[in-house]
């Protein structure tokens, strides 16, 4: 499921998304308005590539727990392509 999907969903069990969620609704409570877009990968975007770079900089100072739904999602689809 794509991040966007996941956003979209009402029922995730994901930590992470929910915590995305609840910031989501703190920022609409405050007048704020966020427009998520989807946009390809690696074709070159100046400003996509920049936040790809920043994202992968930032994961190796954040230490997250795996999160359990992950880590079943990735065996449920590894199983299927077998």
């Known amino acids: 499921m794509s991040l966007l999907e996941s956003l979209r969903s009402s029922s995730t069990r ?4 929910k915590e995305v969620k609840d910031f989501y609704r703190h920022l609409l409570s405050k007048g704020v308005r966020i427009l998520f877009s989807w946009v390809p990968s690696h074709v070159g975007i100046t400003g996509n590539e920049l936040a790809d770079k920043s994202a992968k900089s930032a994961t190796e100072f954040l230490a997250r727990p795996i999160v359990y739904a992950d880590v079943q999602s990735a065996v449920n689809q590894w199983c299927h392509c077998q």
């Open 14 to 17: 994901n930590p992470l998304i």
